[in-house]
């Protein structure tokens, strides 16, 4: 459906969809993204899922840089979060998914069901996208990102109420 919009001849279409993925992986290193080709392959994934939303004027290349500052938003976010749980989501990969960090994190940690425990680790250690493990996960990418701010809030006030 994508290369259709583009255009009716299936090597030019090929040709614009290049171009296309070559802006976005440009406007994603402007903004510093460690993983410009990834971003720029996931705008392309949501626009393809999208496309037949897309008003029949509109024009490719401006829905694509909407598409790539929702997921550049989603990236800020995510690395924000990865950043400042990372060590300890770090250990939990090295030792079979189970916490070395901080006591108490160690111990918010542990009170999560082994089932989120692992969607966690999914998540931010493995690195898949909200669109990679939604399937699995039985829920939308939107879904995926609020079970994944509410297991982080739960770990949070746990860890505030065992703060001396």
């Given amino acids: 459906m994508l290369l259709s919009r583009l255009s009716p001849n299936p090597d030019d279409a090929e040709r614009r969809l290049d171009s296309i993925r070559r802006a976005l992986e440009i406007f994603f290193l402007r903004r510093r993204c460690s993983e410009a080709e990834d971003l720029a392959a996931e705008v392309l994934t949501r626009m393809?899922?999208?496309?037949a939303k897309w008003t029949a004027d509109a024009e490719v290349l401006q829905v694509a840089y909407g598409y790539a500052q929702?997921?550049?938003?989603e990236w800020v976010r995510k690395q924000?979060?990865?950043?400042?749980?990372w060590p300890e989501l770090r250990r939990l990969a090295a030792e079979s998914r189970r916490s070395a960090g901080s006591a108490e994190f160690r111990a918010c940690f542990g009170q999560?069901?082994?089932?989120?425990?692992e969607r966690l680790c999914q998540y931010y250690v493995d690195g898949l996208t909200a669109d990679e493990v939604a399937p699995a996960w039985n829920l939308g990418p939107n879904g995926v990102r609020a079970r994944v701010k509410r297991l982080l809030d739960r770990i949070r006030d746990c860890m505030a109420r065992q703060a001396p």
Avoid: C, I
């Fill in 48 to 51: 393809v899922r999208d496309s």
């Fill in 70 to 73: 929702n997921v550049y938003r």
């Fill in 80 to 85: 924000a979060t990865a950043e400042k749980y």
């Fill in 112 to 117: 999560l069901s082994p089932e989120d425990r």
